[in-house]
T-cell receptor
Framework: KQEVTQIPAALSVPEGENLVLNCSFT??????LQWFRQDPGKGLTSLLL?????REQTSGRLNASLDKSSGRSTLYIAASQPGDSATYLC???????????FGGGTRVLVKP | DVKVTQSSRYLVKRTGEKVFLECVQD?????MFWYRQDPGLGLRLIYF???????EKGDIPEGYSVSREKKERFSLILESASTNQTSMYLC???????????FGPGTRLTVL
């Protein structure tokens, strides 16, 4: 059974520092991996989708890398801002079955 | 932009009541999903649908049913609400299989 882990569960950084968020998964037979942002009490906002054949995907200050063979993805957020404070979740689409398996999330606080 | 809307942001119901949660998407997506999100347990898939009148059980379907009579609308039904169904409910949709999922704002349901 696929398990997705995000460590650490919480992270606090000063404004301007680069953020590095980790996601690991146990079964490398994935179709793609999606990163989301969630503000308190709100729904999920899709940030990036990275296909299993890709190594990287970029959108503005966000860059996601994927190493399928080692079961890892990293989300980099450059020059963090207080508005980046949120919980970040990763989720994998397994090759068998059209469903996402989510990690527990990393709660990020960017201090001004 | 994809828009997924949910009928209520907050809902309070009594034990034993029948509860309907509605989700509507405006992008002609084939796939629609219902998740619940609980502290410490993360997001878990309840049911999904890949076409009108089609449904598949997710990881935790017990105590729930769904209805999809029109492509844009997916309803989650709690036949007899119980206190352990107090949770945040999130709806999502996607175009085709294994594609990016887009989420609604969520419904926080409290069952007293």
């Amino acid at each position: 059974k696929q398990e997705v882990t995000q460590i650490p569960a919480a992270l606090s950084v000063p404004e301007g520092e680069n953020l590095v968020l980790n996601c690991s998964f146990t079964d490398s037979a994935i179709y793609n991996l999606q990163w989301f942002r969630q503000d308190p009490g709100k729904g999920l906002t899709s940030l990036l989708l990275i296909q299993s054949s890709q190594r990287e995907q970029t959108s503005g200050r966000l860059n996601a890398s994927l190493d399928k063979s080692s079961g890892r993805s990293t989300l980099y957020i450059a020059a963090s801002q207080p508005g980046d404070s949120a919980t970040y979740l990763c989720a994998v689409h397994e090759a068998a079955g059209n469903k996402l398996t989510f990690g527990g999330g990393t709660r990020v606080l960017v201090k001004p | 932009d994809v828009k997924v809307t949910q009928s209520s942001r907050y809902l309070v119901k009594r034990t034993g009541e029948k509860v309907f949660l509605e989700c509507v998407q405006d992008m002609d997506h084939e796939n629609m999903f219902w998740y619940r999100q609980d502290p410490g347990l993360g997001l878990r898939l309840i049911y999904f649908s890949y076409d009108v009148k089609m449904k598949e059980k997710g990881d935790i379907p017990e105590g729930y049913s769904v209805s999809r009579e029109k492509k844009e609308r997916f309803s989650l039904i709690l036949e007899s609400a119980s206190t352990n169904q107090t949770s945040m409910y999130l709806c999502a949709s996607s175009f085709g299989s294994y594609n990016e999922q887009f989420f609604g704002p969520g419904t926080r349901l409290t069952v007293l």
